[in-house]
C-alpha cells in the first residue's frame, strides 16, 4: 500500500495549507517522509531562484515597447528578472533614487539596464546610466543606441561601429556568459526561409543585420562571428557591473520574430512551423543583464492583502471602486514599501485600453487607501478609460497592483468589482 498525501486549508488560518500524511504501515510512512522532504527541498529551491531575480529596465522607442513588454521582458525573461511592464522612453533619476541618494525599494535590486532606443542620450541620461553601472548594475546597449551616442562609445572605450559582421541568419559563437543560465547555443542561425514565408515584409531586413564591435583595451569578447572572428558582442566591467554592446539591434530583431510567430497557418498566434530561432537572440541579452548576478539567494517574499470597500458598483462607465491594500510579510505583519496601480474596464471580454501603473501613496507603513475612477475624475488616484457602453452579460472593472520593498521578493496583486447601471 502507498501513503496518502493530502493539502487542504487551515481551518484556523485561511491563508495557509495544511498537509497530511496517511499510511498503513512504518514502509509507506517512510517513502511518504521522503516524498515530501523531497517536495520541501525542490520548494526551497525554488524560492532561492526567486530571490535571485532582480529587476530590469528597458529605455525605448515608442514602436518597441510592445516587443519588450509582452516579449523580451515578459517570455525571455520570465523566471530569471522581474519586469514586464518595465519600459520607458526616457530616464529621469527621480524614478529610482529618493531624494537622500538612496536607491527607492521597488529599485533596491536593479539586475539590469536595456537601452535601445535610436536617440542620443542626454547628458543627465548618461550620468545615470554611469552611475547605476558603478553600483552593480548591467547596461545592455544595442547596435543603434550604440551608434547614436558617441558619450557611451567613450565610456565603453570601443570606436563607433565596425565592419558588417554578417546577418543574424548566419552564425556566431558564444562565450559561456552569453550561454546561460538562460540556455542558448549561438546567437545567430535563424531560419531566412521561415522568415521570408511568414512575414515576407522583414525578408533581407537590416534588422537582422549584424556590426563588429571594437572591444579595445578592456574589453570581453562574448560572441564572434563564425566566419572570420569579427566580434559582435563585447562587455566593459565599469564598477561593479558591465556595459555590454550588441552589434545587432535586439529589439528590432525581436520585433521580427513577433510578426513570424504571430502569423502561423494552423493557430492564431503560435504556429511550430513559424520557428525560426531568432529568439536566440533575446536569450542572449538576457544573460548579458544576468551577467555576473548570483544564480541563487534566499529572501522573504512580500504579499498583497487587498480588501475592497464593496464588489458591485453603480455607475456604469463612471463607476467609482474604493479598496483598502495592505503590504505584509508571510506572517501578517505589515511592511512598508511601494504600490503602484493600474485599472481598466472589462465588458464581455472585451477590454478598455490601459494606462500605465501610478504609484500611490501611502496612508501609514504599508497600507494604502485607493480609489479607481473613469479620466478626469479629480477625486481618482487610479483612472481607466470608460466604455461607450456597458457589456450584456457582464462588466468588471479590474484593477492590478505591483508591490516593492527593501529585502522582500517584489508582489503582485489584483482585484475585481462587478459594475451595474
Given at each position: 500500500a502507498e501513503p496518502v498525501i493530502q493539502t487542504?486549508?487551515?481551518?484556523?488560518?485561511?491563508?495557509?495549507?495544511?498537509?497530511?500524511?496517511?499510511?498503513?504501515?512504518?514502509?509507506?510512512?517512510g517513502r511518504g517522509l521522503e516524498r515530501l522532504e523531497a517536495s520541501a527541498e525542490h520548494l526551497l529551491d525554488f524560492r532561492r531562484k526567486e530571490g535571485a531575480m532582480g529587476r530590469v529596465l528597458a529605455v525605448t522607442d515608442a514602436g518597441l515597447e510592445r516587443v519588450y513588454t509582452r516579449y523580451i521582458l515578459e517570455q525571455a525573461a520570465r523566471g530569471y528578472l522581474v519586469a514586464g511592464e518595465d519600459t520607458c522612453a526616457a530616464l529621469r533619476e527621480a524614478d529610482y533614487y529618493r531624494a537622500d541618494g538612496g536607491r527607492r525599494p521597488a529599485w533596491e535590486d536593479?539586475?539590469?539596464?536595456?537601452?535601445?532606443?535610436?536617440?542620443?542620450?542626454?547628458?543627465?541620461?548618461?550620468?545615470?546610466?554611469?552611475?547605476?553601472?558603478?553600483?552593480?548594475?548591467?547596461?545592455?546597449v544595442s547596435r543603434a543606441c550604440y551608434r547614436a551616442n558617441p558619450g557611451l562609445q567613450a565610456w565603453c572605450g570601443g570606436a563607433a561601429e565596425g565592419a558588417a559582421a554578417g546577418a543574424l541568419?548566419?552564425?556566431?559563437?558564444?562565450?559561456?556568459?552569453?550561454s546561460g543560465p538562460v540556455p542558448v547555443k549561438e546567437l545567430g542561425g535563424a531560419?531566412?526561409?521561415?522568415?521570408?514565408?511568414?512575414?515576407?515584409?522583414?525578408?533581407?531586413?537590416?534588422?537582422?543585420?549584424?556590426?563588429?564591435?571594437a572591444a579595445g583595451a578592456d574589453g570581453e569578447v562574448w560572441a564572434r562571428a563564425a566566419a572570420g572572428g569579427a566580434p559582435v558582442v563585447v562587455a566593459w566591467r565599469r564598477g561593479k557591473g558591465r556595459a555590454v554592446v550588441f552589434?545587432?539591434?535586439?529589439?528590432?530583431?525581436?520585433?521580427?520574430?513577433?510578426?513570424?510567430?504571430?502569423?502561423?497557418?494552423?493557430?492564431?498566434?503560435?504556429?511550430?512551423?513559424?520557428?525560426?530561432g531568432l529568439e536566440r537572440v533575446s536569450r542572449c541579452v538576457v544573460n548579458a543583464c544576468?551577467?555576473?548576478?548570483?544564480?541563487?539567494?534566499?529572501?522573504?517574499?512580500?504579499f498583497l492583502r487587498?480588501?475592497?470597500?464593496?464588489?458591485?458598483?453603480?455607475?456604469?462607465?463612471?463607476a467609482v471602486a474604493r479598496a483598502?491594500?495592505?503590504?505584509?510579510?508571510?506572517?501578517?505583519?505589515?511592511?512598508?514599501?511601494?504600490?503602484?496601480?493600474?485599472?481598466?474596464?472589462?465588458?464581455?471580454?472585451?477590454?478598455?485600453?490601459?494606462?500605465?501603473?501610478?504609484?500611490?501613496t501611502p496612508a501609514g507603513p504599508g497600507r494604502f487607501l485607493v480609489t479607481f475612477g473613469p479620466e478626469g475624475l479629480a477625486q481618482a488616484q487610479v483612472t481607466y478609460a470608460p466604455l461607450r457602453r456597458l457589456g450584456e452579460r457582464w462588466t468588471v472593472l479590474s484593477a492590478q497592483f505591483k508591490a516593492y520593498a527593501e529585502g522582500h521578493v517584489p508582489a503582485d496583486g489584483a482585484a475585481a468589482f462587478i459594475v451595474t447601471e
Amino acid at each position: 500500500a502507498e501513503p496518502v498525501i493530502q493539502t487542504r486549508l487551515d481551518p484556523q488560518a485561511p491563508d495557509r495549507l495544511l498537509v497530511t500524511l496517511t499510511a498503513p504501515d512504518a514502509g509507506a510512512f517512510g517513502r511518504g517522509l521522503e516524498r515530501l522532504e523531497a517536495s520541501a527541498e525542490h520548494l526551497l529551491d525554488f524560492r532561492r531562484k526567486e530571490g535571485a531575480m532582480g529587476r530590469v529596465l528597458a529605455v525605448t522607442d515608442a514602436g518597441l515597447e510592445r516587443v519588450y513588454t509582452r516579449y523580451i521582458l515578459e517570455q525571455a525573461a520570465r523566471g530569471y528578472l522581474v519586469a514586464g511592464e518595465d519600459t520607458c522612453a526616457a530616464l529621469r533619476e527621480a524614478d529610482y533614487y529618493r531624494a537622500d541618494g538612496g536607491r527607492r525599494p521597488a529599485w533596491e535590486d536593479w539586475a539590469a539596464l536595456i537601452l535601445d532606443c535610436a536617440r542620443a542620450l542626454s547628458g543627465e541620461e548618461l550620468a545615470l546610466v554611469r552611475r547605476v553601472c558603478g553600483e552593480g548594475v548591467n547596461v545592455v546597449v544595442s547596435r543603434a543606441c550604440y551608434r547614436a551616442n558617441p558619450g557611451l562609445q567613450a565610456w565603453c572605450g570601443g570606436a563607433a561601429e565596425g565592419a558588417a559582421a554578417g546577418a543574424l541568419t548566419g552564425r556566431f559563437t558564444l562565450e559561456p556568459a552569453l550561454s546561460g543560465p538562460v540556455p542558448v547555443k549561438e546567437l545567430g542561425g535563424a531560419d531566412g526561409e521561415v522568415i521570408a514565408r511568414f512575414a515576407p515584409k522583414h525578408a533581407g531586413s537590416r534588422a537582422l543585420e549584424v556590426a563588429a564591435v571594437a572591444a579595445g583595451a578592456d574589453g570581453e569578447v562574448w560572441a564572434r562571428a563564425a566566419a572570420g572572428g569579427a566580434p559582435v558582442v563585447v562587455a566593459w566591467r565599469r564598477g561593479k557591473g558591465r556595459a555590454v554592446v550588441f552589434g545587432c539591434d535586439f529589439g528590432r530583431a525581436a520585433e521580427v520574430h513577433w510578426d513570424v510567430t504571430h502569423a502561423g497557418a494552423t493557430h492564431r498566434l503560435y504556429d511550430r512551423d513559424t520557428a525560426c530561432g531568432l529568439e536566440r537572440v533575446s536569450r542572449c541579452v538576457v544573460n548579458a543583464c544576468l551577467a555576473g548576478r548570483e544564480p541563487e539567494r534566499m529572501k522573504p517574499r512580500l504579499f498583497l492583502r487587498v480588501t475592497p470597500e464593496v464588489v458591485l458598483l453603480r455607475g456604469g462607465g463612471a463607476a467609482v471602486a474604493r479598496a483598502e491594500v495592505v503590504l505584509c510579510d508571510v506572517e501578517g505583519r505589515p511592511v512598508a514599501g511601494e504600490l503602484r496601480a493600474r485599472a481598466r474596464l472589462c465588458a464581455d471580454g472585451m477590454t478598455s485600453g490601459g494606462g500605465a501603473f501610478t504609484e500611490l501613496t501611502p496612508a501609514g507603513p504599508g497600507r494604502f487607501l485607493v480609489t479607481f475612477g473613469p479620466e478626469g475624475l479629480a477625486q481618482a488616484q487610479v483612472t481607466y478609460a470608460p466604455l461607450r457602453r456597458l457589456g450584456e452579460r457582464w462588466t468588471v472593472l479590474s484593477a492590478q497592483f505591483k508591490a516593492y520593498a527593501e529585502g522582500h521578493v517584489p508582489a503582485d496583486g489584483a482585484a475585481a468589482f462587478i459594475v451595474t447601471e
